[in-house]
């Protein structure tokens, strides 16, 4: 659809929902008709008159900031929305995938970025950057908020695998080409270097209004040279990896899903008849699949091809950690070779410390007592620590603290029990158990010497 405002519609339905106004509130003090403000809301009015425009501002009770963005939102679009006669992305080349047509939850990930692009004038500035643990549901994520958005961008939307995970990912030379080819670049030949690549990039891609999803990034280095760094195109990033390095303009960290959600996600996908039969089956379920979106998919799909099967049937060759991410398996989906491949990409010493940290079977976690793990100094270890925490094979606590999370746990503890000798495990174990205890003596201590 052309657009004829940059994205005046979410700006409106944003700035109205904050003010806890309902069309009809708005419409009488704004001495709007509801049908006006419901057009506007769904982008259906061209371009809005000034007095309109300002009739709104007033009744929301936008100032400042607020009320600028909201005008920077009514003006026309910029670029390939101004100019539907010029080229736009070779979208039939290149359609966005689907989402999960079963997708829920994340309402106030999606809330937030919605508000984020309604409120950004320069939207090409910054990347969006989701990101979460092996199987969390990054792309889904990104790919639901895409089709949200779609409209909202007129020359088309862009979804590119960086492929993050394999052992070479995806050189952005090359993904530049593929970017310039679906951008329509001028003339026979792609420029050779890489800068080259790049300002073409930039200067095609900040004349017009694009979506881009790069996909599963390896770090910062590979994303960097595909940001166009200003314009109203807009990109968002998905990587298991946090990306520190990148100034984001959002930033997404995706967790486990809620308990009702992850039940819901189980009764769309096996049937809500057998949630009904086994209620509490149904909860011990969704938590022995950690709350994972892939573990609860994986669930769902055992359940949905096995009609024969209870849920209990399912929970019972669940419930044993040994051989768990062994049943967490359907078809060619397998929980243990998605998270495996994070593990994989590791050097030695974080796959050391992360396999070890089986041991602590899902506590807290600190520097000091995990150092005894690899039997290193607390500083170095929290270095460690805190790669896991980027790889997001670890959650990160409070404080300085961290955890293991389900199913991680699970391929922690497979690894060490096929990777470490059982008096070794035993050592480490007890060497680990000093430390908590020195840690919690040097602690008390603390605490008696700052008493009165
Ligand atoms: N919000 C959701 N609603 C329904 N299903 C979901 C949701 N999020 C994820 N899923 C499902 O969970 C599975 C994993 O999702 P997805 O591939 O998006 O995860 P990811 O975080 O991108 O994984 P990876 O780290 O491997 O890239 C998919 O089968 C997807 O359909
Ligand atoms: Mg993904």
Redesign the pocket.
Known sequence: MQRATENLGVVLREARRRAGMTQEELSARSKLGIRTVSDLERDRIGRPHRRTVDALVAALGLEGAEARAFHAAARPARAGGARPDKAVVKRAANPLPAA?A?????EAELDQLLTWVGYTPDLGHDPVVVS?????????????AGHRLAEMFADGQIFVSLRG?EQVPRDPHEVLGVLLGLLDAPGDHLPRTLEARVGLFRSLIRSRSVLLIL??AAGEAQVRPLLPGGGSSMVIV?S?NTLGGLDAGRRFA?GR?GRS?SLR?IG?IAGWHRLAAEPPASLELVELCGR???A???AGNRLAVRPQWTIADLTRLLRDERTRLSQLVCGD?SVRS?LL??YALLDATGRRLFRRLALTSGTTITAPVAAALIESDADRTGRVLEKLADA?LLEALPAGSYRLAEPLTLLAQELLSTHDEPAEILRLFAAMRTADAETQAAGDALAGSNRP
């Open positions: 999960p079963d997708f829920l939850g994340r979460g643990a092996p199987g969390a549901g990054k792309t889904s994520f990104a790919l639901h995970l996909d599963d998905t298991r995706l899903l959600e996600m769309q994972l979106p892939l609860l998919r994986v989906l998605v491949s994070s997001s």
